[in-house]
């Protein structure tokens, strides 16, 4: 469900884009140090907001560590976020992960059908709760009220039904999220930021909730799945009014809290969170063509940790938490590293017409 924050580097700049790309690359050494090699499999775009907001709060130098070349970096070495503010950005998403697992192993989705593959993913699953839940306890958090949140989801899900109001259907994922936003408050020591917090959290997991219902209506509708818009018989204009509604209380919650530095925190919550959310429901309306998709492999390393290689490939394909996707500025038309904002090159046939001056 997370990922619908995919900031274009050109927009961003290149104070807060290696900013990003710190926190976004802290996350994931994050989950390698503390949890092994296959945890960075839970490495996704949104959940490096909780890092941001984290920092953003907490006084003092941010804390940062060099960090050797990643083929996902094109072999480039960065500067990455570390500290408490990452492992918190880790933990929810390893909690995230584990409950995204079981509900492919429940459906029986792909290669996870299978009996070997089956088992395995099972297992990690497992793993990673455990360890999520050690993760937290040092950070003061308790992830029972993420676990519990997801494990409600099922349940409302199964209760929706036509006229049921899609808050209802949504309402787990924000208080999964609200809850993540609020301890940000209690590590940078600025407790008066819960609540604003809490409240911009709960409007960010109602937005990522929808978004992901409406990028995934057609699909659904075509293979008879579950999905809140079929199953309330609410319509894209509903799905957006509560859409606009969220990113207004979003930008009304963040002006309540006390930042030291608020300016990526704004850039993503408000500029980079309201495009998402313009792109996904102008792809809906059919007026903007859908980009391509690649998504990445699971790379050599991980083929180490006690998972097949085969389970590996299986649940990157069905995360699809670290794939390319284009730049904003450019519809999600240009593959990241192929666009001048993204970092490399050019591609005149797939940026032609975009705003980025490439």
Same mark, same amino acid.
């Given at each position: 469900?997370?990922?619908?924050?995919?900031?274009?580097?050109?927009?961003?700049?290149?104070?807060?884009?290696?900013?990003?790309?710190?926190?976004?690359?802290?996350?994931?050494?994050? =989950?390698?140090?503390?949890?092994?090699?296959?945890?960075?499999?839970?490495?996704?775009?949104?959940?490096?907001?909780?890092?941001? =907001?984290?920092?953003?709060?907490?006084?003092?130098?941010?804390?940062?560590?060099?960090?050797?070349?990643?083929? =996902?970096?094109?072999?480039?070495?960065?500067?990455?976020?570390?500290?408490?503010?990452?492992?918190?950005?880790?933990?929810?998403?390893?909690?995230?992960?584990?409950?995204?697992?079981?509900?492919?192993?429940?459906?029986?989705?792909?290669?996870?059908?299978?009996?070997?593959?089956?088992?395995?993913?099972?297992?990690?699953?497992?793993?990673?709760?455990?360890?999520?839940?050690?993760?937290?306890?040092?950070?003061?958090?308790?992830?029972?009220?993420?676990?519990?949140?997801?494990?409600?989801?099922?349940?409302?899900?199964?209760?929706?039904?036509?006229?049921?109001?899609?808050?209802?259907?949504?309402?787990?994922?924000?208080?999964?999220?609200?809850?993540?936003?609020?301890?940000?408050?209690?590590?940078?020591?600025?407790?008066?930021?819960?609540?604003?917090?809490?409240?911009?959290?709960?409007?960010?997991?109602?937005?990522?909730?929808?978004?992901?219902?409406?990028?995934?209506?057609?699909?659904?509708?075509?293979?008879?799945?579950?999905?809140?818009?079929?199953?309330?018989?609410?319509?894209?204009?509903?799905?957006?009014?509560?859409?606009?509604?969220?990113?207004?209380?979003?930008?009304?919650?963040?002006?309540?809290?006390?930042?030291?530095?608020?300016?990526?925190?704004?850039?993503?919550?408000?500029?980079?969170?309201?495009?998402?959310?313009?792109?996904?429901?102008?792809?809906?309306?059919?007026?903007?063509?859908?980009?391509?998709?690649?998504?990445?492999?699971?790379?050599?390393?991980?083929?180490?940790?006690?998972?097949?290689?085969?389970?590996?490939?299986?649940?990157?394909?069905?995360?699809?938490?670290?794939?390319?996707?284009?730049?904003?500025?450019?519809?999600?038309?240009?593959?990241?590293?192929?666009?001048?904002?993204?970092?490399?090159?050019?591609?005149?046939?797939?940026?032609?017409?975009?705003?980025?001056?490439?």
């Amino acid at each position: 469900m997370f990922g619908i924050i995919r900031p274009c580097r050109h927009r961003l700049g290149g104070e807060l884009a290696a900013a990003w790309q710190a926190h976004l690359c802290g996350m994931c050494l994050s =989950l390698r140090d503390d949890h092994g090699q296959a945890a960075r499999l839970a490495t996704n775009y949104d959940g490096l907001v909780i890092s941001v =907001l984290a920092e953003a709060q907490a006084d003092g130098v941010p804390q940062r560590r060099a960090a050797g070349r990643c083929a =996902l970096r094109g072999m480039r070495k960065a500067d990455v976020a570390v500290g408490d503010c990452a492992r918190l950005a880790a933990t929810v998403s390893l909690v995230l992960a584990t409950a995204k697992i079981r509900d492919h192993v429940e459906d029986g989705d792909g290669a996870l059908a299978r009996p070997g593959v089956r088992g395995a993913a099972t297992a990690l699953a497992s793993r990673w709760a455990a360890a999520s839940a050690r993760s937290g306890q040092r950070l003061g958090f308790e992830v029972g009220v993420l676990t519990e949140a997801v494990s409600r989801q099922a349940a409302v899900e199964a209760a929706a039904g036509p006229g049921t109001a899609l808050l209802s259907v949504t309402e787990p994922t924000e208080a999964a999220t609200a809850a993540a936003f609020a301890h940000t408050s209690v590590l940078a020591g600025k407790p008066a930021n819960a609540e604003p917090l809490r409240e911009a959290g709960r409007l960010f997991g109602r937005i990522a909730h929808l978004v992901d219902a409406v990028e995934d209506l057609a699909a659904d509708r075509a293979a008879g799945a579950w999905n809140p818009l079929l199953a309330t018989g609410a319509d894209l204009a509903e799905a957006r009014r509560l859409c606009d509604d969220a990113l207004l209380g979003i930008k009304l919650a963040l002006a309540e809290a006390e930042f030291r530095d608020a300016r990526l925190v704004h850039t993503l919550l408000a500029g980079e969170l309201a495009r998402s959310v313009h792109r996904v429901f102008a792809r809906a309306a059919g007026t903007v063509a859908p980009p391509e998709r690649r998504h990445e492999q699971a790379s050599a390393p991980l083929a180490g940790c006690g998972l097949p290689v085969a389970g590996l490939a299986a649940l990157a394909g069905l995360f699809s938490l670290r794939h390319r996707r284009g730049c904003g500025c450019c519809e999600d038309c240009c593959i990241e590293g192929c666009c001048d904002c993204c970092g490399e090159g050019c591609c005149d046939a797939c940026c032609s017409g975009c705003d980025c001056s490439c």
